[in-house]
């Protein structure tokens, strides 16, 4: 309720604040959902969001295709090509650093594609035809209605994550990351699991990147295709803590405010805000590793531990 | 019946042969005794079975099927499931979502799964443990935890690879009592083992591999008794003195 209402008390500026955490959220929660539940450590999301960012706004500039059926393709376009790439790591059995380098390769190959065709055919980048203000085209001069799309859909994925833990899916992507040869051996299709894990995980990160396209109404390789955004993407949930329903959102919001806080007290030395930025988070992932949610998980069993040795 | 049959399995790592022309056959009902010294062959021979090498010759059949080749995943939907000699618990879940995916391999609903879950934890003991997380065990616990995972999936067959070994004399004799219960829930048994009291006491039969081959087979006294499986843990020089 209170998030329905934000728009309305604030400013501009902390609409755009607000839109870009839930956005982060979104794009962190998404990775989550491979990363963080069943392991498959992924730094190369940036493919999937590039690659949903790309269809529906080449759809719409060259088949007048409109973004929200638009977003949906795009899905299913991250879909497939998540489907396919996980195919090969997985029937081989990539796991770990491997997994996580071998998406990086693909993220970085989209992107080098990416340039090159965009030297030759949109050069000043991708721009999106103008289409004014209006729900239908996914185009809006105000900030708030973009609040409200990402914060629907971001609360559409906090439930669909929430279903997936407590079902037993997502009891086999926990098992899956903690030890695939025990879940194997219980009975757990390790191929499959993965499988599904990457598919939900690759449609909606593509999902964000038709929002990313409409949201700013341009793009090039790197908004798309560039490391940045695979770090952007894993950066939340790991904060925040990974294989949790609200870690990816926390995070999200810690480094969303920290990112502007810095900015804002110290943009006057250049590069100094990014330095205590780096700073900060190498103090949270030295004291909590499992993120903050994971941190306070652990703080409550020794509390719970001490309470009944006391007892 | 015959619930499993190994024939003429033989499986090499580079030059090392591991497993050599074995067989043998596992009947409804029964506990057989896998030894042998250290490095004989036991658990890469558990590892074919369960699907987790492919053997280079020979068949594996359960209840009739030729399972030789199939992925763990599809041996342990088939009833026939296995502990790991090193437990491998899933450390960062609790004790009852360890119990939990097992029973999930025939349970869909997370309601009944949890169910079974507690009543097998009441079962192997570990029931006040329940929300601890795996990694906090005790190595006596673990080893408990490891048959509680695999009874979830409610095997027809289980292969246990030292659930004994490691525990201190008084686990050790609960872990027994429990193993001997299995058999009145009419679960069949296949059991390594280097505790040679657990092993005596609880198997029907027993088959003895060293480098790979089977030397003996026959009930516990008869084995016992075996000059050659005496020479394969004892040495030829032992078997020469004692003038067997």
Redo the contacts between chains.
């Keep these: 309720m209170i998030l329905l209402a934000l728009p309305h008390v604030l400013g501009k500026y902390h609409v755009h604040i607000a839109t870009t955490i839930l956005f982060f959220g979104y794009l962190g929660m998404a990775w989550n959902l491979l990363g963080g539940y069943a392991g498959q450590f992924s730094f190369g999301h940036a493919a999937f969001f590039g690659m949903g960012a790309f269809t529906s706004s080449l759809l719409q500039i060259h088949a007048g295709v409109n973004p929200w059926p638009g977003m949906l393709l795009a899905g299913m376009a991250g879909l497939l090509l998540g489907l396919f790439v996980g195919y090969i790591c997985f029937r081989y059995g990539l796991r770990g650093p491997y997994f996580a380098l071998a998406m990086l390769a693909v993220a970085e190959m989209l992107r080098l594609v990416a340039i090159q065709w965009m030297t030759a055919k949109y050069p000043l980048g991708i721009n999106l035809p103008l289409k004014g203000d209006s729900l239908l085209d996914f185009q809006f001069k105000s900030k708030i209605p973009y609040y409200y799309v990402i914060l629907l859909m971001t609360a559409g994925l906090l439930f669909l994550t929430h279903h997936i833990e407590v079902r037993r899916i997502g009891l086999y992507f926990k098992a899956i990351r903690e030890n695939e040869n025990a879940a194997e051996s219980l009975g757990v299709n390790a191929f499959k699991t993965k499988m599904i894990a990457m598919a939900l995980s690759s449609f909606f990160t593509a999902m964000a990147g038709t929002f990313y396209a409409q949201y700013y109404l341009t793009l090039d390789d790197e908004a798309a295709f560039g490391t940045a955004v695979s770090i952007e993407a894993l950066l939340g949930p790991i904060l925040g803590g990974a294989g949790t329903v609200f870690g990816p959102i926390l995070g999200a919001c810690i480094l969303e405010l920290l990112s502007e806080t810095t900015r804002n007290f110290l943009g006057g030395y250049s590069g100094v805000h990014l330095m205590v930025y780096g700073f900060v988070l190498i103090i949270v992932i030295i004291f909590l590793p499992n993120g903050v949610l994971g941190g306070l998980k652990t703080l409550f069993r020794k509390a719970q531990g001490q309470r009944k040795q006391q007892e | 019946m015959i619930l499993l049959a190994v024939r003429e399995l033989t499986k090499t790592f580079g030059g090392l042969v591991a497993i050599k022309n074995l067989s043998f056959e596992l009947k409804k009902g029964e506990i057989l005794g896998i030894i042998g010294p250290n490095g004989a062959g036991k658990t890469t021979l558990f590892n074919m079975i369960?699907?987790?090498y492919k053997p280079e010759r020979g068949e594996i059949h359960f209840k009739g099927e030729n399972v030789t080749g199939f992925?763990?995943?599809e041996i342990?939907?088939r009833g026939l499931?296995?502990t790991?000699q090193i437990t491998?618990?899933?450390?960062?879940?609790t004790v009852l979502?360890n119990v939990?995916?097992?029973a999930?391999?025939?349970i869909?609903s997370?309601r009944e799964?949890t169910e079974e879950a507690l009543s097998i934890l009441e079962r192997v003991g570990l029931y006040e443990k329940r929300n601890e997380?795996a990694a906090t065990l005790s190595i006596g616990h673990r080893k408990s935890l490891e048959l509680g995972?695999?009874l979830?999936?409610k095997p027809e067959v289980i292969l246990l690879d030292e659930v004994v070994a490691g525990l201190n004399s008084k686990e050790a004799n609960d872990m027994i009592a429990r193993l001997k219960m299995l058999r009145e829930d009419n679960i069949t048994i296949l059991i390594i083992e280097h505790v040679m009291k657990a092993i005596m006491s609880l198997s029907d039969r027993i088959v003895v591999i060293h480098y790979g081959e089977k030397i003996g087979e026959g009930k516990p006294v008869e084995i016992s008794k075996d000059p050659r499986v005496i020479e394969a843990y004892l040495g030829e020089e032992y078997v020469l003195a004692k003038g067997l």
Excluded: D, W, Y
Excluded at chain 2, 88 to 93: H, I, K, S
């Design positions: 369960t699907g987790f992925r763990p995943h342990c939907r499931a296995r790991f491998q618990p899933f450390a960062n879940l979502e939990k995916i097992g999930h391999s025939r869909k997370n799964a997380l995972k695999v979830a999936t």
